[in-house]
């Protein structure tokens, strides 16, 4: 069974930064790509940023690029997200995801990642 666990959620001022993490146990991590989705309240979840596998290939939102830096640390078995220039409408729960063992190639679409974890608030204040 895969567990994933995010930290790193808070209050920030706009403006500012804020790195996440989500530490994945259960299963070797650096055997599927993996991303990161938000949902704010009222709204749909929706897509962050993804990485492949090994990492050498990334994906971002229109919204989040330029802005975001997705990465993962496969020794350590962590995913991350480095957020700067944060805006108050970055304000959502932030969630995990990754897809099944042995799928490495990034996706946009949720319902393409199998295990996700419970999330972490973030909210930027104006």
């Known amino acids: 069974q895969v567990k994933l666990v995010e930290s790193g959620g808070g209050l920030v001022q706009a403006g500012g930064s804020l790195r996440v993490s989500c530490v994945a146990s259960?299963?070797?991590?650096?055997?599927?790509?993996a991303g990161w989705f938000r949902q704010a309240p009222g709204k749909e979840r929706e897509f962050v940023a993804a990485?492949?596998?090994?990492?050498?290939?990334?994906g971002y939102a229109d919204s989040v690029k330029g802005r975001f830096i997705i990465s993962r640390d496969n020794d350590k078995n962590t995913l991350y997200l480095q957020m700067n220039s944060l805006k108050p409408e970055d304000t959502a729960v932030y969630y995990c995801?990754?897809?099944?063992?042995?799928?490495?190639?990034?996706?946009?679409?949720?319902?393409?990642?199998?295990?996700w974890g419970q999330g972490t608030q973030v909210t930027v204040s104006s």
């Open positions: 995801a990754a897809r099944r063992r042995g799928v490495y190639s990034i996706s946009y679409r949720a319902d393409e990642y199998a295990y």
């Open positions: 259960g299963r070797t991590f650096s055997n599927s790509a």
């Open positions: 990485i492949s596998w090994s990492g050498s290939i990334t």
